[in-house]
């Protein structure tokens, strides 16, 4: 198995090809071919074919796969296209830039945290959005049962008049 100098989530520029000087985040990684996949680089069209009556054919374009060879990873911290050198930071190996030193491992985790963060945050929120359509649910049914309870009262509380007649015409 390859080892690649790139991993899913890096953000690359695309140095050779049709789109040279392109930049994107790696969506997929394939060791073995030395390929990789860039978000909104090397767009293919592939041509779909119904299978049956109700599914629609059509063109759909999609990124296809381009030589590992061909991307250099961007330094988050000085914004350059750079080599990634390997370096043991607290007994693990990292990749590290090779212009200014700063870990390119430590922002993939810093990416990963601020994911979960924003999960979280997201999370709480529509948990708290529950919470109070419940509450308003709560009270609109209560709104509800007292306005039933009042028609039930007035329905009872109407006796016909009885005049004698047994409705009897003379």
Known sequence: MNNLHVRKGDNVKVLTGKDKGKTGKILATDPKTAMVLVEGVNIAT????????????????????????NVQI????CGKSVRARHQEIDGKNARVCAKCGASLDAALKAD??????????????????????????????????????????????????DNGTDGKTE
């Open 46 to 69: 592939h041509h779909i074919k119904p299978r049956s009556a109700t599914e629609q054919g059509g063109r759909k374009k999609v990124e296809a796969p381009i030589a590992a060879s």
């Open 74 to 77: 961007i330094c988050p911290s």
């Open 112 to 161: 990963k945290a601020d994911k979960k963060a924003k999960k979280a945050a997201d999370k709480k929120a529509k948990k708290a959005k529950d919470e109070a359509t419940e509450e308003v649910a709560e009270e609109t049914k209560a709104k509800k049962t007292t306005a039933k309870k009042t028609n039930k009262k007035a329905e009872t509380t109407e006796v016909p008049v």
